[in-house]
């Protein structure tokens, strides 16, 4: 049936009428639904003032509720003094506080006392608002009931010891909250914090017990990376993160090092083979830095005897791996050579040993909070690092059943292989594996002097997977003309570099590492995404 068929045939002017009503009734239903929100808005207004509808107002008002957006615009400076959570200790009873931090759980026990679990940077505390004459009132209990998790709140308080164990927080003191104010609301979390945070054998040992929790997987991660960042293992991760950089840094320039930054915008393919990522550079073909190889031994060159970067490197490989991205930090070293390619070598010896040694020294709590979500045993490593030759690698392949090319590279399954053998003869997950086929190795390689098919090269090893690639770099230009075209290199996109030996160049060598992998591997982490604050890999270019 028709809609022309279901409406009586009215004249002109009564349908106008009609529709003229219809539209009346239609604009006053809008203007309540209106009404009714700014009710709604008002009595929620006044709900965070203190002050229910209908109700008288609260005396302990100010000293609770949302703070108004001007005073959070720089208005004033206050000299108020903050406490981080982190350094909330017994040392401090009965002393006031204030924090600042986020809502993580919130528990009311009836109408007079409320519980807020206050997070910041990974440490929690336990804070705990009773109602007292004069202290606090039920209105500021409903307030703290009523705070959305993973709000920011700011607290001041008496710090109180508890006589049993708190096994909530981090910190074993408890809050008593006097003033409680709400800087920022959080609104529809899409992940929570405690799902992100669980252990893969928590979740085992519920579903063991017939319980189903949430498993937070690594996309889903990745997607909501500001919310998931905040677990006490991603604050963790990325401390130490920070730390390998800072030795890796601080131990260079006590080594007389000197810091330098080389471009990401190049002319022409910085390590041969197609895996760059091209780009049109005013109209000239560009394409991103793959390793800063080419310019840290110009800086060698330019007589700087010794430098290192800490910088992004690009490799657009299409690599479905979990130890590979597209983007990640280089850690780059080069160096004059004196005598022997071995120089570079007691470098990384010494570097690293140094570097795990200070992390298991000064990153104990971030160590422990990544091993309580993500366990690993601690790396084993001994004060003078291993170092066998790649045919000494091969040989112990072989003896354990492994067929391997011995001009060729080593695949994933033989480095993980090789590296069980290690630690089983040598108690070590860390290794120099050095003298590789030169086939299989960048043009800039310096051949041996003693069999042209092998190279001055080294690559390192954290538990069988490697870590590092080094070398003798070949510092002569016509010889170096010569390696670039055996590799398919097109000597006229690289020959401000390949000039740059012209003019005299001194030996020299140097090594590259990934600082996401080192973290990965020294924290036996199963994915290198875990240790990329915003990946990039193949299929990821967001957030």
Same mark, same amino acid.
């Given at each position: 049936?028709?809609? *022309?068929?279901?409406?009586?045939?009215?004249?002109? *002017? !009564?349908?106008?009428?009609?529709?003229?009503? %219809?539209?009346? %009734?239609?604009?006053?239903? %809008? $203007?309540?639904?209106?009404? #009714? #929100?700014?009710?709604?808005? =008002? /009595?929620?207004?006044?709900?965070?003032?203190?002050? =229910?509808?209908?109700?008288?107002? !609260?005396? &302990?008002?100010?000293?609770?509720? !949302?703070?108004? +957006?001007?005073? $959070?615009?720089?208005? *004033?400076?206050?000299? +108020?003094?903050?406490?981080?959570?982190?350094? &909330?200790? *017994?040392? &401090?009873?009965?002393?006031?506080?204030?924090?600042?931090?986020?809502?993580?759980?919130? #528990?009311?026990?009836?109408?007079?006392?409320?519980? &807020?679990?206050?997070?910041?940077?990974?440490?929690?505390?336990?804070?705990?608002?009773?109602?007292?004459?004069? +202290?606090?009132?039920?209105?500021?209990?409903?307030? /703290?009931?009523?705070?959305s998790r993973e709000s920011h709140v700011d607290i001041e308080g008496i710090i109180s010891v508890p006589g049993v164990p708190i096994k909530g927080a981090t910190q074993q003191v408890e809050v008593q909250v006097r003033k409680l104010y709400g800087i920022s609301k959080a609104e529809n979390l899409p992940i929570n914090i405690e799902d992100a945070a669980r252990s893969e054998s928590e979740i085992e040992k519920a579903l063991q017990a017939g319980e189903q929790l949430v498993r937070v997987n690594q996309d889903t991660r990745l997607n909501y990376r500001v919310l998931d960042l905040r677990t006490p293992a991603n604050q963790a991760i990325f401390r130490v993160q920070c730390q390998v950089e800072n030795i890796f840094r601080q131990f260079l320039l006590s080594e007389g090092f000197v810091g330098i930054h080389t471009p990401k915008?190049?002319?022409?393919?910085?390590?041969?083979g197609s895996a760059v990522f091209r780009l049109d550079y005013k109209g000239q073909p560009a394409c991103l830095a793959q390793s800063p190889q080419l310019h840290k031994q110009i800086a060698i060159c330019g007589d700087f005897g010794r430098v290192f970067e800490i910088g992004p490197v690009f490799r657009a490989e299409d690599s479905f791996t979990h130890r590979h991205l597209c983007e990640f930090t280089g850690l780059d070293v080069e160096m004059e050579i004196k005598e022997h390619y071995f120089e570079v070598m007691d470098i990384v010896d010494r570097l690293f040993v140094a570097m795990f040694d200070s992390l298991n020294e000064n990153c104990k709590k971030e160590l422990e909070a990544i091993e309580r979500q993500y366990p690993f045993e601690p790396l084993k490593y001994l004060r003078k690092t291993l170092r066998l030759t790649f045919q000494e690698g091969v040989q112990m392949l072989k003896e354990a059943g492994m067929e391997v090319d011995p001009y060729g590279d080593l695949n994933t399954e033989a480095e993980r292989k090789l590296g069980q053998l290690v630690l089983e003869k040598y108690g070590t997950e860390f290794y120099i594996l050095h003298r590789y086929p030169l086939a299989v190795r960048p043009f800039y390689t310096m051949p041996s002097y003693d069999d042209p098919l092998y190279s001055n090269s080294f690559d390192v090893f954290i538990r069988g997977e490697e870590i590092i690639s080094g070398a003798q770099r070949v510092h002569v230009p016509d010889f170096l003309e010569k390696r670039a075209e055996a590799c398919g290199i097109d000597?006229?996109?690289?020959?401000?570099?390949i000039d740059s030996f012209r003019y005299g160049a001194p030996p020299h060598g140097g090594f590259g590492v990934g600082l996401e992998r080192v973290v990965m591997l020294f924290c036996a982490l199963n994915n290198i995404r875990k240790t990329s604050l915003f990946p990039r890999d193949p299929t990821r270019i967001a957030p």
């Open positions: 049936m028709s809609s *022309e068929s279901q409406t009586p045939n009215l004249p002109v *002017e !009564d349908e106008a009428k009609a529709q003229s009503k %219809k539209a009346a %009734k239609k604009e006053a239903a %809008k $203007l309540e639904k209106q009404r #009714r #929100r700014q009710e709604a808005a =008002s /009595a929620a207004s006044a709900s965070v003032a203190g002050i =229910s509808v209908g109700d008288t107002p !609260d005396p &302990l008002a100010s000293n609770y509720g !949302d703070v108004p +957006l001007l005073d $959070l615009q720089s208005k *004033e400076v206050t000299g +108020l003094k903050w406490t981080d959570i982190g350094a &909330l200790t *017994e040392d &401090l009873k009965d002393q006031k506080v204030l924090i600042r931090g986020r809502a993580q759980t919130i #528990r009311a026990v009836g109408k007079n006392i409320a519980f &807020l679990v206050v997070r910041q940077m990974g440490f929690t505390v336990q804070c705990v608002l009773t109602v007292a004459p004069d +202290l606090v009132s039920r209105h500021m209990v409903k307030y /703290a009931t009523g705070l915008l190049i002319g022409g393919s910085s390590e041969g000597v006229k996109t690289i020959s401000t570099y």
